[in-house]
């Protein structure tokens, strides 16, 4: 199916190149070479991908990620960066990149990470729409809206970021079953993140520090000691 791609990058020769490979694949593309310009598309319609370059003019690509991020509606994000420095891979994670490459690169890997994110989001949308479809998910003392991404405690609400909601919403699906730190970067942030399983603890510290009354002695997402986390299936409705 022919998906619709914002590529945020400065540099025209690749932008273009970009915008061919995916031409091949399939996929249309719209091309802006700027950040405000950029920020601004993203912002006015609906992408099925964006590929944003880290460093741009005017506003760059990590400020972009972190408001489009603060929006309810989740569009992946693919990041580019020339720079060799682990933070900014890892501050683009953080921010809620579903997935970086570093310049240069291979245009194969590239489009493999691309079909990887695609084909995720598919998954995703389609366990969303199912869980729509019954409309909520029960937890003792917790409301979680499938269709409005909204959570409740004590039916207080609670404000979580895309990505804390998307993890969440993965936990719960699946209460009781262990996850890794890899099968959590796998399955709710996507495709290529070996080596930074400290985004995972990062995240549920967070969300931990949203949703539990102690976040120190943790009801709703518990760890399991030498393997990951789970969630805790005996509050389940």
Known sequence: MSKHILIIEDNLDLAKLL????????????????GING???????????????????????LEICKRI????????????????????????????????VTKPFSIKELMARIKAILRRAENLGADKERSANEGTIQISGMRIDTQKRVVQIDDK????????FDLLFYFAQHPGRVFS?????????GYGHDGYE??????INRLRAKIETDPANPRYILTVWGVGYKFNDELMV
């Open 198 to 203: 400290h985004t995972v603890n990062s995240h």
């Open 69 to 100: 991020r603060a929006r309810d509606e989740y569009t992946p994000i693919l990041m580019l960066t020339s720079k060799s420095s682990e933070i900014d891979r890892v501050l683009g994670l953080e921010l809620g990149a579903d997935d970086y």
């Open 39 to 61: 920020l601004q598309a993203a912002s006015e319609s609906r992408f099925d991908l964006l590929i944003l370059d880290i460093m741009l003019p005017g506003l760059d690509g």
């Open 19 to 34: 915008e061919m490979h995916l031409a091949d694949l399939g996929h249309r593309s719209t091309l802006v070479l700027d």
């Open 157 to 164: 609400p609670v404000e979580l970021t895309a990505k804390e």
């Open 181 to 189: 730190r890899t099968q959590l970067l796998d399955q709710v942030w």
